[in-house]
């Protein structure tokens, strides 16, 4: 039997922990001391002299959940029901004392502690993750909610401020709320109130954690209320409760079964209680130790072998396992069994118990997973959170802080924070740290960050402190919220406000007609010279009794409607002199009114100078009105003689060209027949006298035959411009495509000897005189080929379709043209080069000129010398008929 000095050895041997012992041999003892001081374990030897039969330990047990006290029970071998009586009242364990070990105490108590470390940890956790947040006045008044409180309840955000919290709040709860928050105070900030409210005409259950916030100067100011729906863990609870109920008269009825294995005879003697955990009957038992092991689960069935070998070798029995049940239904029992033996050792019989532990089981998964979620929310929540030691070293931090700042949970945990900050922030930190460990709290502190990549993170910090149950400081849990668009904000305000106060114009704000703040031009506007001798006085000493009457009349209400004006008053100043004042009004909805003001006498006398000006200006522009009307009316009678000589020289010009064109038409014509006569008899008179004559004489013929063939070329291309003016259009629809086939056919024996590359892209179809467009098409096309570079001639033809014409492009690869010759090309007669350079007689541009023109459109050229041309045209997209042309030029 082992001893309480045994006791004392076994936990001195501990290099885990040391120990204060504390021996008690009453319970009564015991409870008294308990609720003084808070021990971390207690072993209860369940042979106590005064409260044998354990009904002493729900009580005592109650006080222990509150202290957070690990509970291990020590039985005799025998006392099997004791063991099953401190498990169901929450001990963390049993040991058998015949058999202790100082290990198997040290790792009792080991287990034992983290198991109520770890339950206090989630427990924090649980009370910190809250959804909704409101802040109200000491009476009641709400003054903030978050969106999460207006989406819970279903409620505007302008619904609910400045109204009171109680609305919501079902009606039995409302006395005990006020009475709680009555208790609140600067050294008790804080108190947690569960308590039911109406959400959609439902009661529903909500926790909310309410703190007294102060001001700088410990004055409480408003209260805080940060809440979660508890309603799914009210039914828990309540499930709970009830299923306590049941185990309760489970326990006291006989709730778990009793078996006993007979291991000479090889069989199990059961209760009735057994059969119904197993879901059988004793008919379908055999009592082997086979049949038993049948309805284990197969994944169970190694370990419990295990166990009970080990059971064999001298150990108690004490196992978890779940059974199959012959429905499927799958169980967990919790076994408990004590061995008796022979003299050698050997195990004659074991005695044990059954229950059903399936609903904890079950109740242990599901806060675990609650746990986790709980864990999720602290790691991903919008603000960052993080817990202290007493040395200001990271002990925890969320990734939400991680992520912010850049770095791994590695490279913070045990680092101080101090090397995180700046140096600012860093004597700051050092100052209120130790304030924050004697209070207790810190509310809104501000610091700034230094992030791994170098850049400054502003934050705003909140925290709370863990205390032990002798209030000695343990750690923090601290919220982080990031603070740059606020500071950003800041920055912007302070800009506005500079830019305020160094306006030249009166900027002032009143709030019921009085002045709360005016910048230092409004202040030397009126005379005055500091704000002081205004601030917290009335417009109206700045205004005479007509202009504060007008105010009230005219201004006022249409500021009323409208929310701005803008206009002129009459003002005076501190020594009574006036001034006209240009005036802007707006009106805010929080019914502040903003003024802007400034002096306008200057622009005052510059608009008296500017209506004198005006009216001198108005008499002589009518005089000027007088004499311009008197002179007009001569102009126009010399207008219309002008317009009868024009129409007189437009006439005699028309008819002089047509008797031109006629005249071209006749010579060319006419001048052919001699020109015909003289070259035949030159040629006959070359033929019959061929040998006869010197060279001299030959060529002078020669020089007769050659000028002959230019003037009569030059005869027939003058022909050619005059038909084109002459002739009357005949208009029809002309494919492109077909007019440049017909031209290369023309031109082939050319193209061929020039080695020319001709390329198209697809032509329109359009309204046009077929013979001028395949003359256009053949002169472009003819210019191409003559006037070629030393490369074979490259001649590219496009169409673009324009808003109301089709532009046509003829590009070469030629000798190209200066650009003061671009124009000139198209004047009839017109040579750039000498007759030995490149025949010709200069009409061919001019007759496309002509045809172009004739047709509605344009020709123009774009070329260098030496970089070849490009010859543009364009011919109107003609839908409603073709172009009409009076046929002369």
Not at 208 to 225: H, I, K, P, V, Y
Not at 432 to 440: D, L, P, T
Not at 766 to 776: K, S
Request: charged share 25%; aromatic share 10%.
């Amino acid at each position: 039997m082992v001893d309480r000095l045994t006791y004392r050895r076994f936990l001195e041997q501990d290099d885990r922990y040391s120990y204060q012992i504390t021996e008690f041999d009453h319970a009564n003892n015991a409870l008294s001391w308990c609720q003084q001081t808070r021990p971390d374990v207690i072993l209860l030897n369940c042979g106590l002299a005064d409260r044998e039969s354990l009904d002493w330990l729900p009580a005592f047990r109650e006080l222990l959940s509150v202290n957070q006290t690990a509970v291990i029970g020590l039985l005799t071998e025998e006392n099997f029901n004791a063991a099953v009586y401190l498990m169901q009242h929450d001990a963390q364990d049993c040991l058998v004392k015949s058999k202790l070990t100082a290990p198997d105490l040290q790792k009792a108590i080991h287990r034992a502690i983290q198991k109520v470390i770890s339950e206090a940890r989630y427990r924090a956790i649980l009370e910190d993750q809250t959804e909704l947040i409101a802040r109200f006045s000491l009476d009641g008044t709400i003054q903030f909610v978050n969106q999460a409180y207006c989406r819970y309840f279903g409620i505007q955000y302008e619904d609910i401020i400045g109204r009171s919290y109680e609305p919501v709040v079902f009606e039995a709860d409302r006395e005990m709320i006020a009475n709680l928050l009555q208790t609140i105070n600067a050294e008790n900030p804080t108190v947690t109130i569960e308590n039911r409210v109406i959400v959609n005409g439902e009661i529903r259950w909500t926790q909310w954690n309410n703190r007294m916030l102060f001001d700088a100067q410990g004055q409480a100011t408003e209260f805080q209320a940060v809440g979660r729906d508890i309603t799914a863990l009210k039914q828990t609870e309540d499930q709970l409760r009830t299923l306590s109920k049941r185990l309760t008269l489970a326990v006291r009825s006989g709730g778990f079964g009793i078996w006993e294995y007979d291991f000479v005879q090889e069989k199990q003697i059961w209760d009735d209680r057994m059969y119904e955990l197993y879901g059988i009957t004793p008919e379908d038992f055999g009592s082997s130790f086979d049949t038993w092991l049948d309805y284990i689960h197969p994944d169970d069935q190694d370990q419990l072998l295990a166990t009970i070998q080990q059971v064999l070798e001298g150990k108690e029995y004490d196992a978890e396992f779940r059974i199959v049940r012959p429905d499927g239904d799958i169980r967990f029992l919790k076994a408990y069994g004590s061995v008796e033996r022979d003299d050698q050792g050997q195990p004659i019989r074991i005695t044990g118990v059954n229950f059903d532990v399936t609903e904890s089981r079950q109740t242990e998964e599901t806060l675990k997973n609650y746990a986790r979620e709980v864990e999720d929310l602290y790691n991903n929540a919008p603000c960052g959170y993080h817990s202290l030691d007493l040395e200001g070293r990271y002990i925890k931090v969320n990734e939400t802080e991680l992520q912010w700042l850049g770095y791994t949970r590695e490279e913070m945990i045990g680092r101080p924070i101090t090397e995180f900050l700046t140096r600012s922030s860093h004597l700051n930190f050092v100052q209120n740290y130790s304030i924050f460990q004697q209070r207790g709290w810190i509310k809104n502190l501000e610091y700034d960050y230094i992030c791994k990549d170098g850049s400054i993170l502003p934050v705003m910090i909140s925290a709370t402190a863990v205390k032990d149950g002798q209030g000695q400081y343990l750690y923090n849990r601290a919220t982080l919220v990031d603070i740059r668009d606020r500071k950003q904000a800041e920055a912007v305000m302070t800009r506005q406000i500079a830019a305020i106060e160094a306006a030249a114009d009166g900027i002032a704000i009143l709030q019921e007609d009085t002045y709360v703040y005016m910048n230092q031009a409004h202040v030397q506007l009126f005379g005055y010279e500091h704000t002081a001798e205004l601030l917290g006085k009335t417009w109206r000493s700045l205004y005479s009794p007509q202009e504060i009457s007008r105010f009230e009349r005219e201004i006022f209400p249409t500021l009323q409607h409208t929310k701005t004006w803008q206009g002129e008053a009459i003002a005076i100043c501190r020594d009574g002199r006036t001034f006209p004042e240009g005036l802007s009004l707006t009106l805010m909805e929080n019914g502040e009114l903003i003024c802007v003001c400034r002096d306008i006498s200057s622009q005052k006398q510059v608009e008296t100078e500017l209506e004198r000006r005006v009216a001198e200006r108005t008499l002589s522009l009518r005089q000027a009105q007088t004499a311009l009307f008197q002179a007009n009316e001569g102009l126009e009678q010399r207008v219309q003689e002008r317009t009868q000589e024009l129409g007189s020289l437009t006439e005699a010009l028309q008819r002089s060209n047509r008797e031109l064109e006629q005249f071209a038409y006749i010579a060319s014509h006419d001048l052919q027949e001699p020109l015909r006569t003289i070259t035949s008899y030159t040629q006959l008179f070359a033929r019959k006298y061929q040998g006869h004559l010197d060279e001299k004489a030959e060529k002078y013929i020669h020089y007769i035959v050659d000028g002959s063939a230019r003037m009569q070329q030059l005869l027939q291309d003058l022909l050619s411009y005059s038909r084109v003016g002459r002739q009357n259009l005949k208009w029809k629809s002309l494919d492109c495509n077909a007019l440049v086939e017909e031209v290369k056919q023309n031109l082939q024996v050319a193209i061929a000897d020039s080695q020319a590359s001709i390329t198209t892209n697809p032509l329109p179809t359009l309204l046009g005189d077929q013979t001028q467009l395949l003359l256009l098409f053949q002169n472009l096309m003819v210019n191409a080929l003559k006037y070629r570079s030393e490369a074979p001639p490259n001649l590219k033809i496009t169409a673009i379709q324009q808003e109301d014409c089709w532009q046509f492009a003829f590009q070469d690869n030629g000798i190209g043209i200066e650009p003061q010759y671009h124009d000139r090309i198209f004047i009839i007669f017109q040579r750039l080069h000498t007759r030995n350079e490149y025949a010709g007689t200069g009409l061919g541009l001019a007759i496309a000129k002509r045809i172009v023109e004739r047709h509605g459109g344009k020709i123009w050229v774009e070329s260098e010398l030496g970089h070849g041309s490009t010859f543009y045209f364009t011919l109107p997209i003609q839908t409603n008929g073709p172009f009409t042309s009076s046929g002369h030029d």
